[in-house]
C-alpha cells in the first residue's frame, strides 16, 4: 500500500535511509525491507555466521528479542534454518495468523511493538481479490507508540470494503529478550478489542 500510495519501495539499500552513514555506501548484501527490517542474507555456501553493520540506534533480533546497539558491525549467527533479521526500536509489526488464501480471516492480528523509541504505524487493509482499493474501497487504522508513557492509541477506523472486519481483536506484544521473538505466534502482553473507534492502552508489558 506504501508503494502504491506513497511510491515507497519494499526492498532498498542501507543508503536509502542512512545517507549520512559512510559506512553503508558500499554494501551490497543487506537491505531493508519496509521500514522495520534489516536482512541480512547468507551468500557464502556452508557459513553458519556472517559479518552485519548495524545502522546507529537499537536493533532487536527478530528471532529471539534481544538487542545490540548499533553504529558498528557485529559477527552474528546465522544457522541454515534462520536468516539474520533485525527489527529496529521504534517499530509496529503487526504479524496475523498462518494462512491458506488471501481473503482468509487474519484475525486476532498480534501487534508487535519494538520499545526504544515512538514509532507509528498504519493498518492497511482491503478485499484482497480486486481492484476496488483503486475506487477507495480500502480501510486504514493508524498505530502510534508512546515509548516513555508505555502507552499505544489505536486510532479510529478510516475508510471501509465489502466483507471487512467491523470488530478485530489485536494481541499487543512488547518484545524483550526471549518474549514475542520468531515467526509463531506467542503470548501477548494485553489483548484488546476494536470496533473501530480510538482507543488508548497503556501496557505494562516486562
Same mark, same amino acid.
Given at each position: 500500500?506504501?508503494?502504491?500510495?506513497?511510491?515507497?519501495?519494499?526492498?532498498?539499500?542501507?543508503?536509502?535511509?542512512?545517507?549520512n552513514d559512510?559506512?553503508?555506501?558500499?554494501i551490497?548484501d543487506?537491505?531493508?525491507?519496509?521500514?522495520?527490517?534489516?536482512?541480512?542474507?547468507?551468500?557464502?555456501?556452508?557459513?553458519?555466521?556472517?559479518?552485519?553493520?548495524?545502522?546507529?540506534?537499537?536493533?532487536?533480533?527478530?528471532?529471539?528479542?534481544?538487542?545490540?546497539?548499533?553504529?558498528?558491525?557485529?559477527?552474528?549467527?546465522?544457522?541454515?534454518?534462520?536468516?539474520?533479521?533485525?527489527?529496529?526500536?521504534?517499530?509496529?509489526?503487526?504479524?496475523?495468523?498462518?494462512?491458506?488464501?488471501?481473503?482468509?480471516?487474519?484475525?486476532?492480528?498480534?501487534?508487535?511493538?519494538?520499545?526504544?523509541?515512538?514509532?507509528?504505524?498504519?493498518?492497511y487493509?482491503?478485499?484482497?481479490?480486486?481492484?476496488?482499493?483503486?475506487?477507495?474501497?480500502?480501510?486504514?487504522?493508524?498505530?502510534?507508540?508512546?515509548?516513555?508513557?508505555?502507552?499505544?492509541?489505536?486510532?479510529?477506523?478510516?475508510?471501509?470494503?465489502?466483507?471487512?472486519?467491523? *470488530?478485530?481483536?489485536?494481541?499487543?506484544?512488547?518484545?524483550?529478550?526471549? *518474549?514475542?521473538?520468531?515467526?509463531?505466534?506467542?503470548?501477548?502482553?494485553?489483548?484488546?478489542?476494536?470496533?473501530?473507534?480510538?482507543?488508548?492502552?497503556?501496557?505494562?508489558?516486562?
Amino acid at each position: 500500500w506504501k508503494v502504491t500510495s506513497e511510491g515507497y519501495t519494499i526492498m532498498r539499500p542501507l543508503i536509502f535511509d542512512y545517507q549520512n552513514d559512510p559506512n553503508v555506501f558500499s554494501i551490497k548484501d543487506q537491505f531493508l525491507f519496509g521500514p522495520a527490517l534489516l536482512v541480512n542474507p547468507v551468500v557464502t555456501a556452508g557459513a553458519t555466521s556472517r559479518s552485519v553493520y548495524f545502522p546507529a540506534g537499537t536493533w532487536f533480533n527478530f528471532w529471539n528479542g534481544k538487542t545490540l546497539t548499533g553504529g558498528k558491525t557485529e559477527t552474528v549467527d546465522a544457522p541454515l534454518d534462520q536468516m539474520p533479521i533485525y527489527v529496529k526500536a521504534g517499530s509496529i509489526v503487526p504479524m496475523g495468523p498462518f494462512i491458506q488464501y488471501a481473503t482468509q480471516s487474519s484475525d486476532p492480528l498480534e501487534i508487535r511493538i519494538y520499545r526504544g523509541a515512538n514509532g507509528t504505524f498504519t493498518l492497511y487493509e482491503d478485499e484482497g481479490d480486486s481492484y476496488n482499493y483503486e475506487k477507495g474501497k480500502y480501510s486504514e487504522i493508524r498505530f502510534q507508540w508512546n515509548d516513555a508513557a508505555r502507552q499505544l492509541t489505536i486510532g479510529a477506523r478510516k475508510g471501509s470494503f465489502q466483507g471487512m472486519l467491523t *470488530h478485530r481483536t489485536f494481541r499487543i506484544v512488547l518484545v524483550d529478550a526471549n *518474549h514475542g521473538g520468531g515467526a509463531e505466534i506467542g503470548k501477548p502482553d494485553q489483548t484488546v478489542f476494536y470496533d473501530g473507534s480510538k482507543i488508548v492502552v497503556s501496557i505494562k508489558g516486562k
